[in-house]
Each structure stands twice: as structure tokens, then as C-alpha cells.
């Protein structure tokens, strides 16, 4: 029971973390907490932790930690890493600190889960088999369509064509980063649904004497399936609060990794003002792909050179339908102008 009172302190720490203090949730979080730290002092004692010791002829020795308890402490963790990834992201604004415990919190998901899927004897079952070609394939899939989504993506933005887009490092930097920011809802759910479905049953025979005892191990799943409903609801919540900050720091790390601060035009090379933060993307000899970055907002252009002074010229990416319409509508009307000047001329 303990177990479960410190993944829902952490839970609940982490939900109330992502509250505006005068919300009206808040006295009540304030409340739970109170409650599950009262209970916490009055049960300190984890179990997992606890090491036993059995009597032998030399003394007594300590027993090793089962598979199952290993499970139990690796999703502990996972939830004090997400915990730790929340708080950094809310009070200390730093996306690089906070990247590193999810990264942890992830990470210690998949070796609890490895512990507790393993912790059996036997052959595997043909549904179990299933099931683990099932999440194979889905696996396989969803990196397949983050990867496509990214191509399409960067086409928007960038205004590139396939060919272009899929011979970029930027893509796959950018699909590596969606999938590992996904992996961990995904996963979550997945590890749950397994968890609660793999029943661990383990068989023990002793001899005492002429007398064979045979035992059966079940193992509960629910320390394992709590928690992670706990950290990817509270993963999920993070996310959905800062989405924008998220995805503009997704977009611009992967920009960074195939981009250059500076351009060649001219005969000579050229960046912009010292206070705008730009990047470059070379296509071809004459042709770039600009983007500024501003606060949470990253704007592309068209860079293409010049023969004459200032030897290059921008013209901003337009993505959206509407954005066209409006510059194909201002186009018409400088058309028409320049012909009426033409005619009074």
C-alpha cells in the first residue's frame, strides 16, 4: 500500500505544479497532499526497499532482489523523474535540465516493464507471442508515419520539394525527436495494457524430506499499471500546457543540426543583424532557406541571390491557403497599379 501513496504524493505534486496558484483545484491538491504525506509518515516503512536476511550455517545472508521487486523500484523512479521533468519545466524554464529527466523517466519505464515481462518461467504462451509481434508491427508503423508526417511537415515550412526534404538531415532529426517525445505516452499505454493483461504466475517446488510442496507465485500487476497511468496523465497534461514551447524547441534543435549561421552571396558571406537569431539552409549555389527565430515563434523565408546591392533577397514562406490568397489578391492590385501608372504615363 505504502508504494502506492508515494506515486500518488508525486502525482498529485506534479498535477498541482502545472495549476496557476489561484485556481480553485489547488486548496484541494494542497489537501491530498497534506493527507498522503501524513499517511506516508505513518506507514514509512517501502517494502521494496526492505532486504531480508535467512539464517545459514555460516550466518545469515541477504537475498536478492526478484525481477518483480527490481519493477517496482524502476517505476518508483520513473515517477521522481517525471516529477523532477515537471517541476524544472515549470519554475526553472529550462527545456534542456527538463528533457534530461524525461529522457530518465522514459528510460526507467522500459526497464521496469523488461523486468516484470521477463520475470516468468517456461516457454512463451502463443498469445504472448501475439502480443509482442503486435507491438512489433504497431512500433514499426507509427515510426514510419512520424517519419512521413515530418517530410510533409518540413515541405510546409521549408518550402521544399520530397526530393529535397527527404535528403535532409533536418528531417530525420526532427522525426527522431517527435518519436521520442511520443514513445512515452505510447509506451505507457502499451506497458499498461500488458501489464494488466500478463498475469505473473511462478511455480516453486520444495523437498522437505519425503514431502514435495509445490507453490504458486502470482504476482500483482497493479503496482506497475498505477504508476504508469499516473505519469502519463501527468506527462500528457505538461505537454498539453506547453505544446507551443515544446514544438518550437523540437523544430529549432533540428534546424540547428543542418543549418549555418551564415549564407554566401555576392562573392562574400553575410548573416543578418547581430540581434536577429537566424539560421541558414543552403539548397543550391544561389538559393537558401531562412529562418528567425523569435520568442515562440520561428518564421521561414526564400534567401536567393543577387548580382547587384545587398545582393540577396527574402521573401517569407507562406503556408496556409488563406496567407496565398491574400499575397496572390496584393499581387493583382501592384499589377493593375503599375498599369495605371503606365497609361497616365
Not at 37 to 60: C, E, L
Not at 110 to 136: C, D, H, P, Q, T
Request: aromatic content about 16%; hydrophobic content about 45%; some cysteine.
Amino acid at each position: 500500500m505504502s508504494i502506492f501513496l508515494y506515486h500518488a504524493l508525486f502525482f498529485l505534486l506534479s498535477i498541482a505544479f502545472l495549476f496557476p496558484s489561484d485556481h480553485l483545484a489547488v486548496p484541494i491538491f494542497i489537501m491530498l497532499i497534506g493527507l498522503l504525506v501524513i499517511s506516508a509518515i505513518i506507514t514509512p516503512k517501502i517494502w521494496i526497499i526492505k532486504r531480508s536476511r535467512v539464517d545459514t550455517r555460516n550466518g545469515s545472508r541477504e537475498l536478492r532482489r526478484s525481477r518483480y521487486e527490481h519493477s517496482i523500484a524502476w517505476m518508483l523512479f520513473g515517477s521522481v523523474s517525471m516529477f523532477a521533468f515537471i517541476f524544472i519545466t515549470e519554475f526553472v524554464s529550462s527545456v534542456d535540465y527538463g528533457a534530461g529527466f524525461l529522457i530518465a523517466s522514459f528510460f526507467s519505464i522500459f526497464i521496469s516493464s523488461y523486468y516484470y515481462l521477463s520475470n516468468s518461467e517456461g516457454s512463451v504462451g502463443k498469445g504472448n507471442k501475439m502480443i509482442a509481434w503486435a507491438i512489433r508491427v504497431f512500433s514499426i508503423l507509427s515510426s514510419f508515419i512520424i517519419l512521413s508526417w515530418s517530410k510533409v511537415a518540413a515541405m510546409g515550412y521549408m518550402d521544399l520539394t520530397y526530393n529535397d526534404a527527404s535528403s535532409r538531415m533536418i528531417i530525420y532529426a526532427y522525426s527522431i525527436m517527435i518519436l521520442l517525445i511520443t514513445a512515452i505516452p505510447i509506451s505507457g499505454f502499451i506497458y499498461m495494457f500488458v501489464s494488466l493483461y500478463e498475469t505473473k504466475v511462478i511455480e516453486r517446488v520444495y523437498k522437505n524430506g519425503s514431502k514435495i510442496k509445490k507453490i504458486n507465485l502470482k504476482y500483482n500487476s497493479l503496482p506497475i499499471a498505477i504508476p504508469l497511468i499516473m505519469i502519463t496523465t501527468a506527462f500528457l497534461m505538461c505537454y498539453g500546457k506547453h505544446h507551443d514551447v515544446v514544438d518550437v524547441y523540437i523544430v529549432r534543435k533540428s534546424i540547428e543540426l543542418d543549418s549555418a549561421e551564415g549564407f554566401w552571396c555576392g562573392g562574400g558571406y553575410k548573416t543578418l543583424g547581430a540581434n536577429v537569431d537566424a539560421r541558414f539552409i543552403k539548397l543550391s549555389e544561389k538559393d537558401y532557406r531562412e529562418f528567425i527565430f523569435k520568442g515562440n515563434n520561428i518564421s521561414s523565408y526564400r534567401l536567393s541571390c543577387l548580382s547587384t546591392y545587398p545582393y540577396y533577397e527574402m521573401k517569407f514562406v507562406l503556408i496556409k491557403a488563406s496567407d496565398i490568397r491574400m499575397q496572390m489578391k496584393a499581387d493583382e492590385i501592384n499589377n493593375d497599379l503599375k498599369i495605371v501608372t503606365k497609361m497616365k504615363g
